[in-house]
DNA sequence: TTTTTTATATTGTAATGCGATATAACTTAT
DNA sequence: ATAAGTTATATCGCATTACAATATAAAAAA
């Protein structure tokens, strides 16, 4: 991946790999030097001079008992990453009407090869609290946003990604089986949506439309999710799909 | 800074000094070499090296015309800092009440010293898109929730942090005198909330109220934002205060 | 307490990141 | 169009920096 390559500053993917090890932190987000060495691998003395520099940087926060924790100076990349990109720019006042109009939540997700990340909710009413964050990811396989992506991308393409995906069950009644996942993505491509009934979570209805860039490659989707307790699939989709459609043809920027 | 300290890296120093110079990048968010030369000093070379990692590592990405910007992946970290923090945690549930209560913008911000950073956010209407996006920054001197969080700590401490801070206005009507905004913080004290009329924005009203940590110190505020043409200063205080004086104790984790 | 584990400080060394330079690709001016 | 100028990418020898081993200190565990 970085051998022979001699512009590859490889401190630098150390640090990362460091940092990427906070996602793989059990409780509390907290890692101990030696939980860094164990998840990464890196050398104690590499984990002590990262961890240490990062620290200085603002990057990682001391916690209690030798611990650290990501620091908060991370939600400014996020702030510029959303703030400047044009996606996002045209999709706040539209997901925006989309929620009011709805009453449901609704999601901007961007598609990342085998997942998808959440870029702007509009939530409607509590849940589980870190599933409507900006930066959650989900697995594509079992996400409408990512089986619609999906759908307008080639056959071969897809299957490279369903085969590089781990397909673990979201919620005891996620699609896992190979052949039923590009059926779904199948049934996407002809209806201009994907429907995805309790995949990720039970009695929940979500419905999802795809946003393309300007050279006509999807990049993301417009979500609206419902609870069963309100709706039965048909009726959401009928009230819903045309809204969701729209709503992602307006954000797109097709040429 | 880093002289001096064996155990600092100082590529990886470079590697984020590039990267934050993304925030000072105008249009668009992107920056060629060129750009991320001259705004952070680096050596050509080494701005080849970093960006080149960095790419390879998913941090930044390539635009057109030999740009970069910064890559969605950042969106991550951010989750997995609010996903862990304690604070955010008791908030999420808090704010979401707080919203539907009042019907008006509220949001959760951090202290970071000279700015605030917005961590939750919930929006009622319409707004200068960027202007309610987690993560954004704004100085404390200006901001409610600053000056509040100001109100609670020592005299001297709230001096330097004025000292240190750039006064410049970030509306036609913000305080910018040393001696008015001290004014303005001790009476944040008093009354056990801030109250800032249009010193962001025109036509806006906000009043934030304090969240401390298990040691009590003052770590960030509960904001309610509301419209001059909806409400005047007296009427808006009267409902919001206790509202947010009770949400901020209820985040609070004071032993 | 003692023992063991984990964190921090120190140090000599080699590999890595450095910066100069060469070449290539794009812009702009003529 | 072509040339001149600018900016990006590739290459390379060298010094510095990041490295890993180790020593010391501080917490946990026994």
């Known amino acids: ?57 603002g990057y990682l926060e001391r916690g209690q008992n030798r611990t650290y924790v990501l620091g908060k100076k ?10 400047h990109s044009q996606t996002i720019q045209r999709a706040s006042p539209i997901l925006m009407d989309l929620q009011n109009e709805t009453g449901e939540r609704v999601d901007l997700s961007l598609f990342e090869d085998v997942e998808i990340v959440y870029a702007l909710r509009r939530q409607s009413k509590r849940e ?26 080639p056959r071969d393409v897809v299957e490279d ?8 069950p979201q919620s005891p009644k996620t699609v896992t089986s190979r052949t039923e996942i590009l059926a779904e993505i199948d049934r996407a491509r002809e209806l201009g949506y994907a429907l995805c009934i309790e ?14 860039d300007e050279r006509n490659t999807p990049i993301g989707a417009v979500h609206i999710a419902g609870s069963l307790s309100d709706w039965d699939a ?21 040429s």
Chains 1, 2 share one sequence.
């Open 1 to 57: 991946m970085s051998d022979d390559d001699s512009l590859f500053v490889k401190s630098l993917a150390k640090a990362f790999q460091l940092l990427e090890a906070f996602e793989k932190s059990g409780d509390g987000g907290r890692l101990t030097h030696k939980d860094m060495k164990q998840l990464t691998g890196l050398d104690a003395s590499t984990v002590q001079r990262m961890s240490h520099t990062l620290v200085k940087l």
């Open 74 to 83: 991370f939600l400014h990349f996020t702030f510029e990453y959303l703030r």
């Open 128 to 153: 589980t609290f870190f599933a409507t964050l900006t930066g959650r990811r989900v697995p594509s396989f079992a996400a409408s946003g990512g089986r619609v992506v999906m759908s307008h991308l």
């Open 161 to 168: 990604i369903i085969d590089r995906s781990a397909l673990v």
């Open 199 to 212: 995949q990720m979570l039970i009695g929940e209805i979500v419905l999802a439309s795809a946003i393309f």
């Open 234 to 254: 048909d009726s959401f989709c009928r009230k819903h799909a045309p809204l969701a459609i729209s709503a992602a043809r307006m954000i797109s920027n097709r």
